[in-house]
């Protein structure tokens, strides 16, 4: 095939039965501009991927060790040859008629940075059917320029939702990642999506919101993030948690990953050494602290018992969420104005449901 002008990077580790459904709601698009790049890391596993349709778009690389998260989405990286690049995971989808538009967008675009109206999907867990957060009303595509605020994703972890990550949400130059491939041999950080968030953020970039949903960022029981929740976790899940504890910095060796505000501070930290070579000073460390000792939720009871910063604690989360609302709608109205994106709604899905369904069900909203 031609150069694409779009690589879709998708790192997998042995869940063969969901990836069936993600590369078929990618290949299901008829376009050529774009090519699918599978790193597959499911050594020693012998259960391969079945690329049956030899369809010209799509590479497949077996590594013949085990990786880790942050090696494999690096390795799939490396091969990328598309000038755009982007990553999804392999429980999630594409909208497929959605593929051809951004591309086209892409095509014109003078912006280093795309960021998409966001899909969510839930896979049925135990007892529980699937769900879906999706558009409220029907779609019509529009785009406008969009900033990005990192130290707001530090004071208020709840923002790593908005940053630029090229997984399930943006598309990104592969130019801006190169410094990363040039002087790493993994991505940095504990999570590979967060540290990306932080870092394309911090670059400053030029960047535009295009109203289309492309990516449906799915959830199922083989992700890691359902797994670190659960008494019982697989294999993967250990990997991913013993990897990730040689990479934590000091308020991630205090509080553990179950403070969102340390893990944010740590990322921030890490993409602000990637990008200018320094981190902040330990002054601000003490204060993002402070700052984690009177906000955080504490679900997991990490932080201090004393029992007058538990009181603090309770009312410093109901402030800290009130404003962290109000910012955000301050944000949402000084980027987008009057014109504003259309809302999501969660919806509950037959028991059956798949990526595929949920492309077919987007693909009939968008204009």
Known sequence: MNQPLLTIILPNRGRIDLLSHTIQSILASDDERF???????????ESKIEVTDCDKR????Y?????SMNKNFFNGLSRAKGEWVCFIGSDDGIVS???SPLIDFLQVCRADLVTTHPIYFQYALQSKPPWADLPSRKIKTWECNINFFPKLAVAFPQFKLDLPVPYNRSVVRKKVLQPILDNFTELPGVSHDDFLGQFIAQANLSSKYLEL?????????????????????SSDARDFLQHAKGKYGRLLNKYGLECPTALAYEHYQTAKLATIGSGSKLIVEIFVQVWAELICSDANGHHSKNQVLVLVRKV?????FQTYRFTRKVIRLVTFGVHQPIPNKKKTMPADFTVLDISQIVEELVI
């Open 63 to 67: 590594e013949k060790e085990k990786l």
């Open 58 to 61: 799509i590479e497949v690389h």
């Open 35 to 45: 090519e699918l790049v599978i790193n597959d890391n499911s050594w020693p596993d």
């Open 213 to 233: 949903p492309v990516f449906i960022h799915a959830g199922s029981n083989a992700s890691n993030g359902y797994q670190l929740g659960q008494e019982r976790m």
């Open 316 to 320: 410093g989360r109901y402030f800290h």
């Open 97 to 99: 008629g959605s593929l």
